[in-house]
């Protein structure tokens, strides 16, 4: 499929979705945010995928919401059309595991799709902040819940309240990211861990993604009675089998995907 504001590429079982927006920081005009809604039902239908990269450019992973596009909208507007809901939300709903390689400004709604994804790789150079009460509005896809769940409320409300950026060393501190990489190896680094994670049983893969994000969801009870049932449901799948005989046998287990 052709598309204006974003790159996919393939890398082995790998969907790469580049934002690629130059003149406007890779902000998410609709647009945008509807192609990106896109390459990920592609990629999500595709049994060829294991697992999506998302990333920017080495000056802006995203800009967030497009200010432009939005200055004029009314309440009545935003309301009826559900701003920053359809397409906006495609990547927090995808069942296979998305990597979020972040270089340069990762701010407001840029901030809150990396969040969306699985887990944020950052280069030396990125920058992470929710400045949306610097032009008068507050975070609106998700800022203010998802961000004081990975790294606590003093940090999250201080940069809610003062638009204060990030860098990479302070998100990684704090729980924002799971790894610094040189900016040069970002995204080879995270296509490589992607693959990594497409070669094992796709299945058991979506299984745990799921269990993980039901601990921000439920309570600790709740959540690992869940784990225990999804645990058990592991061991109908030809997977569980091979890669439990693969580890007897002192073999590379090779995942059929069921
Ligand atoms: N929307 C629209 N255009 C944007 C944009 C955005 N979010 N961010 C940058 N741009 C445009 C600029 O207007 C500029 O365009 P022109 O060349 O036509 O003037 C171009 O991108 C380059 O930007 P700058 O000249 O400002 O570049 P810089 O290096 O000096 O600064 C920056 C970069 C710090 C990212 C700065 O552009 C900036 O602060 N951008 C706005 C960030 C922001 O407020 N994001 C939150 C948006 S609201 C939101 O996201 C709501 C939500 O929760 C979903």
């Known amino acids: 499929m052709a598309y204006e504001h974003i790159l996919v590429e393939t890398r082995g079982s790998v969907g790469l979705i580049i934002l690629n927006r130059p003149k406007a920081m890779n902000a ?18 595709d049994d060829a995928i294991g697992a999506l990269v998302v990333t920017g450019s080495e000056k802006a992973f995203c800009a967030g919401a497009d200010i432009k596009e939005m200055q004029s909208k009314s309440y009545m507007d935003v309301y ?3 701003f920053i809901t359809v397409n906006w939300e495609r990547l927090s709903q995808c069942r296979k595991p998305v990597i979020a390689a972040v ?18 790789l950052a280069a030396e150079n990125a920058k992470f902040g929710q ?17 004081p769940r990975f790294i606590g409320k003093a940090k999250a409300m201080e940069m809610a309240l003062t638009g204060r950026m990030m860098d990479a060393e302070e998100a990684e501190r704090a729980g924002l990211v799971s790894r610094i990489v040189p900016a040069d190896e970002l995204v080879d680094e995270a296509v490589a861990t ?8 796709q299945p058991i893969v979506m299984l745990a993604k799921e269990s993980v994000n039901r601990a921000y ?6 959540g690992i009675r869940f784990e225990r049932r999804v645990f058990h449901s592991t061991f109908s799948t030809e997977d569980q089998k ?7 046998e002192k073999r590379t287990a090779e995942f059929k995907h069921r």
């Open 28 to 45: 998410l005009c609709a647009d945008l945010a509807r192609e990106i809604a896109e390459a990920v039902d592609a990629y999500e239908a």
């Open 80 to 82: 009826k059309e559900d």
């Open 103 to 120: 270089a340069g400004y990762a701010l407001g709604g840029g901030c809150e799709f990396a969040m969306m994804c699985d887990f944020i």
């Open 131 to 147: 400045p949306e009460i610097l032009i008068g509005t507050i975070p609106g896809a998700g800022g203010t819940q998802r961000l």
């Open 194 to 201: 992607a693959e990594k994670i497409a070669n094992l049983s």
């Open 217 to 222: 969801e439920t309570t600790l009870a709740e």
């Open 242 to 248: 091979e890669g439990m005989s693969a580890f007897a």
